[in-house]
């Protein structure tokens, strides 16, 4: 099994990156919002933690910033109903400190504003989860980038709203809904990432 890649970080488009390794391989990965906005420029150095999903039709690598995110992720598709994309959706949505948080405080109202979580899922999460997070520490600091960076990245050239547009339908949301959420936060300047985080919180709020 994959579990960790060291390489060169090639290409950027959320919720996907390449990275490639000192062999000369290419990994496709998908990664969270959370850990996309903490991983550096293209063309830099980066690492990440990896949980290989493996079905019928199909092999899918996801990455992650750390080992506390990939573990949570790893508990929520263990839930029924939850699937990779939709723990996917939910990481990008929040932190791992915040869904620990979440279930802490049984907030379904914070859970059904997530892409793809209804109210019956919802509740689900809660029953499932907060015995597997009773143990969980809540920080209230972010934990070590294994990636090596912490500060913001740029993106490729190209049109950045339309970018964000497609990452936020890439986890789940509705193009009209992506579209509108987009609408009302860009502004002239921002890179895709911070659109993307931006609007994000105006999904959830």
Request: net charge negative.
């Amino acid at each position: 099994m994959i579990g960790r890649i060291r390489g060169t970080l090639i290409e950027k488009t959320p919720p996907f990156i390449i990275i490639e390794t000192s062999a000369g391989v290419g990994y496709e990965i998908q990664v969270p919002m959370t850990t996309f906005y903490q991983l550096p420029d293209e063309g830099a150095e980066a690492i990440v933690v990896t949980h290989l999903s493996v079905s019928e039709n199909l092999h899918a690598l996801y990455g992650f910033i750390s080992n506390k995110d990939k573990n949570l992720f790893r508990e929520l598709i263990k839930v029924n109903g939850v699937g990779p994309k939709l723990a996917l959706a939910i990481l990008s949505g929040m932190e791992a400190d915040e869904f620990v948080m979440t279930i802490h405080d049984n907030n379904v109202d914070r859970l059904i504003k997530l892409p793809g979580v209804g109210k019956k899922t919802a509740e689900r999460l809660l029953v499932e989860m907060s015995d597997r997070l009773k143990e969980w520490s809540i920080s209230g600091l972010p934990e070590s980038n294994e990636a090596g960076a912490t500060a913001p990245s740029t993106v490729r050239v190209g049109d950045v709203t339309q970018e964000a547009v497609s990452a936020l339908v890439a986890l789940g949301y509705k193009p009209q809904q992506a579209s509108k959420a987009i609408a009302q936060v860009e502004s002239e300047g921002l890179k895709s990432e911070e659109i993307i985080r931006l609007a994000l919180r105006q999904l959830a709020g």
